[in-house]
């Protein structure tokens, strides 16, 4: 079965950390961009970040800059998304996903906000969500 699974979530109050974990069953992640996503209740589900294939070019919406890292394994075929100084409004269930890379050329740096955007539709694996609270 081909499949995306995450781990890593949970209740922390805010200021504190978690690492999320994405782990691919049934394909390798080597030859896919790879995104996490968080929607929170009531509102839309929104790209976080996203790192390409093969270079590990990473990209980070506003909030994210500077608190969270993405990085893969392909070894491992796990995907990470450590986070730091977690604020309540990070609180939501927090998604990967993976879109296999079809174009031969690398990502230019300015085209990594577009990749994000489009993963939001055009992924072609998601996981299940991990659950991610930040609370006093």
């Known amino acids: 079965q081909l499949q995306l699974v995450e781990s890593g979530g949970g209740l922390v109050q805010p200021g504190g950390s978690l690492r999320l974990s994405c782990v691919s069953s049934?394909?390798?992640?080597?030859?896919?961009?790879i995104a996490w996503f968080r929607q929170a209740p009531g509102k839309e589900r929104e790209g976080v970040s996203c790192i390409t294939t093969p270079d590990s070019r990473t990209y980070y919406i506003d909030s994210a800059k500077g608190r969270f890292t993405i990085s893969r394994d392909n070894a491992k075929n796990t995907i990470y998304l450590q986070m730091n100084a977690l604020k309540p409004e990070d609180t939501a269930i927090y998604y990967c996903?993976?879109?296999?890379?079809?174009?031969?050329?690398?990502?230019?740096?300015?085209?990594?906000?577009?990749?994000?955007?489009?993963?939001?539709?055009?992924?072609?694996?998601w996981g299940q969500g991990t659950q991610v609270t930040v609370s006093a």
């Open positions: 049934g394909f390798t992640l080597d030859r896919y961009h």
């Open positions: 996903a993976a879109l296999l890379k079809r174009r031969k050329a690398s990502l230019p740096p300015d085209q990594l906000p577009v990749l994000l955007f489009d993963m939001k539709t055009d992924s072609d694996y």
